[in-house]
């Protein structure tokens, strides 16, 4: 039968139909109905000059075409019955009333470039973590950790490096994997994540045997990733077959990049979770009512701080100093550090986010790849901390004679431009100690203070801090400097005090020509953080870029604000002159006021002196 025939064939068949659509079967597939065993005999059961046309043949017309415009007849599409959409079940545990150290930890395991840093920043709600696609070299390189919010549950969750268990002993590869072996040990759950698109591969059985050799007693989530495209072809149940191998029961199809399978994900944690937390101690649980991420007043709010500076200056192992803990990888190679890793603490009753920056590096514009991430990743956190920590190497300095070269200078100037508070931290000085650099020792102490003055003159009395991060010394003095740092960028003064203190400064200042001297009306502040000035001037005379040079160098040394950036402002207040009409008002008032009162002058006087 030719097409023509057949489309003619159906069309004359619609036209023609005269039994109610709701009595028809539409189970069978087209195949098996619409056309006849022999093309060339048609089927006994049909006439094609009938008016009336078998069930099976108009339900294949209705499931292939598309109804008509106007016609007011139901369209059937598929045989499957519509229901309303499964409504998630809420937890029956409050997550968002837990302290955060009480919270479930859930570790992300899997082999490299599975998509672990992708669930991640899909789990906590932001691009955090740095994601690129690197089948041959790892991008993740340390352990990240943050808050998941995954519906109304709430958990900690942890991105680890991609897992290679025939790595060499000694390279990157055997330090990370050391490192995630580690961070198991403070984990309760662990979410196992494949490539569904590659298939079940010998690494992926390699990762779930050192799994269950380290991680006995941690439940074990088997998740495929990437499975947006084998959802639409129907090979999820082939692949879900695969990942029975591993052991771990009914794996979960999700798509991390496009948030596929989050719900039936949160239909597996829900129950695990809310057991957990019921487990705990009564007594350490926060039922205050109170969201413990986010912490109200001005002195409990956590103070940000940011490790920046060069390449394989010892950033990463400065924060395992003030940690205390191996938190991040650490090693001779240049670069190491990828991310940018966040960790919280608490010194001197403060909670510190501590922020380990990638190496800095000027952007040429040739960086591919993570390197190029990294840096717009470092510029970024920069921007969002409080107080930064600028590491030098001290021995390098020894060697060239040279504080700080060009690439440490912009970063010291544009966290001064930024508003934030600075502080210098000269690293690796053991290096420098001996009974033959004892004089090179004190050249260094007494020369770096004194070039990095005149390297940043923008901000005076730069506090710098000597330390040996290998050794674990001068943790204790760099964190007392950063929180005296934060209390003078947080500091507020009272406007009467700094209008005697303005009265004092503007005596001694030494003026060119005092009758263009600007007259302060007075002198406030407006903001902190950093705290920012504003000078009322009565006329049109402006302040100089020297008479505001001198005001900043005069509050900063009068009220000790050394080391973070103030900034001056000024406004001009114009007198408003007397309109005519109020002027006729006033001069007809005056002997009225003047018959009411005793005396003449004593009224017109006491009306037109001026405020």
């Known amino acids: 039968m030719s097409t023509p025939f057949l489309r003619a064939l159906l069309t004359r068949a619609r036209k023609t139909l005269l039994v109610p659509l709701t009595s028809f079967n539409i189970s069978k597939p087209l195949s098996t109905t619409l056309l006849p065993l022999n093309p060339l005999k048609p089927s006994p059961t049909f006439n094609p000059f009938s008016s009336r046309v078998p069930s099976t043949w108009h339900a294949a017309l209705l499931s292939t075409e598309a109804p008509l415009s106007g016609s007011s007849s139901p369209s059937f599409t598929a045989d499957k019955p519509k229901g309303k959409k499964k409504s998630l079940k809420k937890s029956r545990f409050d997550f968002t009333k837990v302290d955060a150290k009480l919270l479930p930890t859930i570790i992300l395991v899997g082999r490299p470039n599975v998509g672990k840093s992708a669930l991640f920043n899909r789990l906590i709600r932001r691009r955090e973590a740095l994601v690129y696609n690197t089948p041959g070299d790892h991008v993740t390189r340390d352990v990240r950790e943050g808050i998941a919010k995954l519906g109304d549950l709430r958990f900690r969750v942890l991105d680890s490096a991609g897992l290679e268990t025939a790595a060499t002993s000694g390279t990157i590869l055997s330090r990370t994997a050391e490192m995630t072996g580690n961070v198991l040990s403070r984990s309760q759950f662990a979410i196992f994540l494949i490539d569904v698109r590659d298939g079940l591969q010998p690494l992926d059985l390699d990762v779930g045997q050192w799994l269950r050799k380290h991680a006995p007693d941690i439940r074990t989530i088997v998740v495929m990733n990437k499975s947006e495209s084998l959802d639409e072809q129907g090979l999820l149940a082939v692949a879900a077959g695969e990942a029975h191998k591993l052991g771990f029961g009914d794996p979960v199809a999700i798509s991390a990049e496009t948030g596929l399978g989050m719900a039936e994900l949160y239909e597996i944690l829900r129950p695990i979770l809310e057991d957990y937390m019921l487990q705990l101690p009564t007594e350490e649980k926060n039922e205050d009512g109170v969201d413990c991420e986010m912490e109200s007043g001005d002195e409990n709010v956590p103070l940000q701080l940011a490790i920046v500076g060069r390449p394989n200056v010892g950033k990463s192992t400065l924060l395992n100093t003030l940690l205390q803990e191996k938190r991040v990888l650490v090693g001779p190679e240049a670069g190491l550090t990828r991310d940018s890793i966040r960790a919280q603490f608490r010194f001197d009753n403060r909670t510190i986010f501590l922020v380990d920056t990638a190496g800095w590096l000027e952007r040429s514009g040739r960086e591919k790849g993570p390197s190029s991430l990294s840096i717009i990743q ?127 400064v503007m005596s001694r200042h030494s003026w060119k020509d005092l009758a263009t001297q600007p007259k302060i009306k007075y002198f406030t502040q407006v903001k902190a953080r950093p705290p920012t000035f504003v000078a009322f001037l009565s006329g049109k005379a402006q302040l100089s870029d020297t008479d505001l040079r001198f005001l900043t160098k005069s509050l900063k040394e009068d009220f000790d604000l050394g080391g973070i950036p103030i900034r001056i402002t000024q406004r001009s207040i114009q007198r408003k002159a007397p309109d005519a009409k109020s002027s006729k008002t006033k001069s007809r008032s005056l002997p009225r006021i003047g018959l009411r009162g005793g005396s003449d002058k004593r009224s017109h006087s006491s009306d037109t002196s001026p405020c």
């Open 378 to 504: 470092s510029r970024k956190n920069l921007m969002r901390a409080h107080i930064v920590a600028l590491v030098l190497d001290g021995e390098e300095i020894a060697k060239k004679k040279n504080s700080m070269n060009h690439a440490e200078v912009v970063i010291a100037r544009q966290a001064i431009e930024e508003g934030r508070g600075l502080v210098v931290v000269v690293n690796k000085m053991d290096l420098l100690r001996g009974k033959n650099n004892n004089s090179l020792l004190d050249k260094v102490l007494e020369a770096v203070p004194q070039e990095i003055q005149t390297v940043i003159p923008q901000v005076t009395g730069i506090p710098v801090v000597f330390i040996s991060a290998l050794e674990g010394k001068g943790r204790a003095a760099v964190m007392h400097q950063v929180l005296d740092t934060y209390q003078k960028w947080c500091l507020r003064l009272p406007t009467a005090r700094l209008n005697r203190w303005l009265r004092k």
